[in-house]
C-alpha cells in the first residue's frame, strides 16, 4: 500500500502527541478569544501621566483587569514586539479567567522549550555534523565550531534577542546565559560526580590538561565580563575583543590536539588509538556530538511507545490519524527546513522545503512595517524571495532524484538546512524572551529571575539528561566525555552568546557606547559561578582528577546556596 505521506515519521511518542494536541486546543483558544475584549463601557481611561516608567512595570498599580487591559493598549511599551501579545491576551481576552490564563500561558513555555530543542536535535545537529564532514573539518575544529552552536544555539539566540528587539536591555540575556553555565558547571557537574561514584567501582580519572585549560578559559573570560560590567559601558572594540577569546582558545585546543596526536603516532603500541586520541584534547562537545544527536533524542523522550502499522485496516487508519496529530508541530518545520538524509528523504518535501524558506527568511528578516516607505521596501522584499524560491524549487526538482537524496551540491543543501534551522531557532527563542518578560510582568517578578532560572534550566535540561547518561552507560570515556562538555559549552555560551550580543548592541549604538542594563545582582552571579569554578579545580587536583561525592556535594551546595540566596533578595 503506498504511503499515505509523502515524507517519513520517526517513532511517535506520547509525549509529542500531547504537545501537539495541547497545541492545537492553544491555537482553538486564542483564534476563540482574539476577538473578545471587555464592553466599552467598563473600560475606564487610564491616565499615563500617573506611571513613572517607560515598560509595563506600573502594571500592577492597577487593581482589575479592565483597568489593566486599557492601561497596556494605552502604552506603547507594552504593545506585542513578538508574534503574539501575551499581555493583552491575559488582562483582555482572558481577564476574567486568570486561572486559564497561566495554565494556557505555562503551556506555550512548555511547547516552545520543546520546539527549540526538537529543533535542534532533527534539523541543526544533523546540519551541522553533515557540514563538518563536507568541509573536512578535524574534530579539534569541528568540536570548537559548528558543534557547540548546535548544543547552545538556544542560548546564543535568546542571548542576541533580548539584547538587540527585547525591551529589558540584555537583562535577560545576561541572566540566561550566567544562569545556564552556573547550572551546567555545578548542577549537572555534581549530579554527574555524584552518580559516577556511587554507581562505578572502579576509579575514573578526567585528563587534567584538557579539565585545567577549560575551566582557567572560563574564569578568564567571565573576568572580562565581571570588568565589562563594573564600567557599565560596551564599545565595539571591546566586544569584538571579548568575542575573540573564544579564537585563542580554538587556536589552543588545535595545538593541544595536534600535539598530542603527534606523540601518539610515534608509540607504537598505541596506534589502535590513534582515531580517539582527540577525545583528551577536545572540548567534548565536539566528542559528545549530542551523541549523533538521534541517541540523545530517545534519552530524552518521556513515556514513548512505537505505533507500528498492522496489516488491517483499522490499524493503519488509526496509525494514519496519528500522524495527523503530529503534523501541527512538526509540518511547518518540515516544509522551510531542507533535510538531504537518507532515512527522511522524500522529493516533493525537498522541493516545497526550498521553495518556501527563502520566503519565510525574507518574512524574519524584513524590518517592521511601520510605515508607507517600509511597506514599499517589505513589498519588494517578499516579491524577490518568491521569485527567488520558485527558482530554487524548480532546479530541485529537475536535478533531485525520487529514490535517495542528492550527492552533489550537497553542501548547499546542508547549507540552507544549517540557516533555516538557525532561522527556526531565532524565530522560537525571541517568543520564548517574550513570554519570559510578560511573565515577569503579570506574577511581579523581575525578568532576570526569570531568565536565571526558567530559561537557564529549560535551554540546558537537555545537557543534563545527555551527559548524566553518557557518564553513566559510556564507561571512563563518557565520564571524559560529559564533564568535558559541561565546561567547554557554558565557554561557547559566555563567548560567542554574549559576546555577539554584545557586539551587534554595540554595533546599533556605533559610534557610541553600549550601555549595560544595571542589575547588581549580576555580581553575585559571577561571584558563585566563579567560586563554583575554582572548587572543581581544587577539588580534583586534590584528588588526582577523580570526581567523587565530595565535588558532587560541594557544587550542588553552591548552587543552592546561590538560589537561595537570589530569591530571598529578588521577591
Given at each position: 500500500m503506498m504511503n499515505f505521506f509523502p515524507f517519513h515519521f520517526k517513532p511517535k511518542s506520547?509525549?509529542?502527541?500531547?504537545?501537539?494536541?495541547?497545541?492545537?486546543?492553544?491555537?482553538?483558544?486564542?483564534?476563540?478569544?482574539?476577538?473578545?475584549?471587555?464592553?466599552?463601557?467598563?473600560?475606564?481611561?487610564?491616565?499615563?501621566?500617573?506611571?513613572?516608567?517607560?515598560?509595563?512595570?506600573?502594571?500592577?498599580?492597577?487593581?482589575?483587569?479592565?483597568?489593566?487591559?486599557?492601561?497596556i493598549k494605552e502604552n506603547n511599551s507594552c504593545s506585542k514586539k513578538g508574534y503574539l501579545n501575551y499581555l493583552e491576551f491575559f488582562y483582555c481576552a482572558l481577564g476574567r479567567l486568570p486561572q486559564l490564563g497561566y495554565v494556557v500561558l505555562v503551556v506555550w513555555l512548555v511547547l516552545l522549550f520543546y520546539l527549540l530543542g526538537n529543533t535542534a536535535t532533527e534539523y541543526f545537529c544533523p546540519c551541522a555534523e553533515?557540514?563538518?564532514?563536507?568541509?573536512?573539518?578535524?574534530?579539534?575544529?569541528?568540536?570548537?565550531t559548528l558543534l557547540p552552536l548546535g548544543n547552545g544555539a538556544n542560548d546564543v539566540f535568546s542571548s542576541i534577542i533580548s539584547f538587540t528587539q527585547s525591551s529589558n536591555s540584555g537583562t535577560v540575556g545576561l541572566n540566561s546565559v550566567l544562569g545556564g553555565a552556573f547550572f551546567i558547571s555545578c548542577f549537572v557537574v555534581g549530579v554527574i560526580?555524584?552518580?559516577?561514584?556511587?554507581?562505578?567501582?572502579?576509579?575514573?580519572?578526567?585528563?587534567?590538561?584538557?579539565?585545567?585549560?577549560?575551566?582557567?578559559?572560563?574564569?578568564?573570560?567571565?573576568?572580562?565580563?565581571?570588568?565589562?560590567?563594573?564600567?557599565?559601558?560596551?564599545?565595539?572594540?571591546?566586544?569584538?575583543?571579548?568575542?575573540?577569546?573564544?579564537?585563542?582558545?580554538?587556536?589552543?585546543?588545535?595545538?593541544?590536539?595536534?600535539?598530542?596526536?603527534?606523540?601518539?603516532?610515534?608509540?607504537?603500541?598505541?596506534?589502535?588509538?590513534?582515531?580517539?586520541?582527540?577525545?583528551?584534547?577536545?572540548?567534548?562537545?565536539?566528542?559528545?556530538?549530542?551523541?549523533?544527536?538521534?541517541?540523545?533524542?530517545?534519552?530524552?523522550?518521556?513515556?514513548s511507545f512505537t505505533l507500528e502499522a498492522s496489516s488491517s485496516s483499522s490499524c493503519k487508519f488509526l496509525n494514519h490519524f496519528v500522524r495527523v496529530l503530529e503534523l501541527p508541530l512538526y509540518l511547518p518545520r518540515r516544509l522551510t527546513i531542507p533535510v538531504v538524509s537518507e532515512e527522511s528523504w522524500s522529493k516533493p518535501m525537498a522541493v516545497i522545503s526550498v521553495t518556501l524558506a527563502p520566503i519565510l527568511a525574507a518574512f524574519v528578516l524584513s524590518p517592521p512595517r511601520e510605515s508607507a516607505d517600509s511597506s514599499k521596501?517589505?513589498?519588494?522584499?517578499?516579491?524577490?524571495?518568491?521569485?527567488?524560491?520558485?527558482?530554487?524549487?524548480?532546479?530541485?526538482?529537475?536535478?533531485?532524484?525520487?529514490?535517495?537524496?542528492?550527492?552533489?551540491?550537497?553542501f548547499l543543501w546542508l547549507l540552507g538546512g544549517f540557516v533555516m534551522s538557525t532561522t527556526w531557532t531565532y524565530i522560537l527563542a525571541q517568543?520564548?524572551?517574550?513570554?519570559?518578560?510578560?511573565?515577569?510582568?503579570?506574577?511581579?517578578?523581575?525578568?532576570?529571575?526569570l531568565g536565571l532560572t526558567v530559561l537557564a534550566w529549560g535551554n540546558s535540561t537537555g545537557d543534563l539528561i545527555s551527559n548524566a547518561a553518557m557518564a553513566l552507560k559510556g564507561g571512563k570515556d563518557g565520564?571524559?566525555?560529559?564533564?568535558s562538555a559541561c565546561y567547554a559549552g557554558p565557554l561557547f555560551n559566555t563567548l560567542i552568546g554574549l559576546g555577539v550580543s554584545l557586539v551587534l548592541a554595540s554595533l546599533w549604538e556605533y559610534p557610541n557606547s553600549y550601555v549595560l542594563p544595571k542589575d547588581p545582582f549580576l555580581f553575585e552571579t559571577l561571584g558563585f559561578l566563579i567560586v563554583g569554578l575554582i572548587w572543581a579545580l581544587v577539588i580534583l587536583r586534590n584528588r588526582n582528577m577523580q570526581p567523587d561525592h565530595s565535588l558532587g556535594v560541594g557544587l550542588l551546595a553552591i548552587y543552592f546556596c546561590f538560589l537561595f540566596t537570589r530569591f530571598a533578595k529578588g521577591f
Open positions: 506520547a509525549l509529542s502527541i500531547f504537545l501537539n494536541m495541547s497545541f492545537l486546543f492553544l491555537l482553538f483558544l486564542y483564534t476563540l478569544t482574539s476577538n473578545v475584549t471587555f464592553s466599552q463601557p467598563q473600560i475606564r481611561h487610564i491616565h499615563l501621566s500617573n506611571t513613572t516608567n517607560n515598560d509595563c512595570s506600573d502594571l500592577h498599580k492597577f487593581s482589575d483587569s479592565q483597568s489593566k487591559c486599557t492601561y553533515g557540514l563538518s564532514k563536507v568541509m573536512n573539518l578535524s574534530p579539534a575544529i569541528a568540536g570548537t560526580s555524584i552518580l559516577v561514584y556511587s554507581t562505578t567501582s572502579q576509579n575514573i580519572t578526567i585528563d587534567k590538561s584538557s579539565f585545567i585549560r577549560d575551566v582557567l578559559f572560563i574564569i578568564f573570560s567571565l573576568s572580562c565580563l565581571l570588568g565589562i560590567i563594573v564600567f557599565g559601558r560596551v564599545t565595539l572594540w571591546m566586544a569584538i575583543c571579548f568575542s575573540g577569546i573564544y579564537v585563542v582558545y580554538i587556536c589552543v585546543v588545535c595545538a593541544m590536539h595536534f600535539l598530542s596526536k603527534k606523540e601518539a603516532v610515534k608509540n607504537v603500541k598505541e596506534e589502535d588509538e590513534l582515531f580517539d586520541d582527540h577525545n583528551i584534547g577536545v572540548p567534548l562537545l565536539g566528542c559528545i556530538d549530542e551523541e549523533n544527536c538521534s541517541s540523545d533524542k530517545k534519552a530524552t523522550q518521556i513515556s521596501a517589505n513589498l519588494v522584499i517578499d516579491m524577490t524571495s518568491i521569485l527567488f524560491g520558485l527558482v530554487l524549487g524548480n532546479v530541485a526538482f529537475f536535478s533531485t532524484k525520487k529514490a535517495s537524496p542528492p550527492k552533489k551540491c550537497l517568543e520564548l524572551v517574550y513570554l519570559l518578560v510578560s511573565f515577569g510582568y503579570i506574577l511581579g517578578i523581575n525578568p532576570s529571575i565520564v571524559q566525555m560529559a564533564i
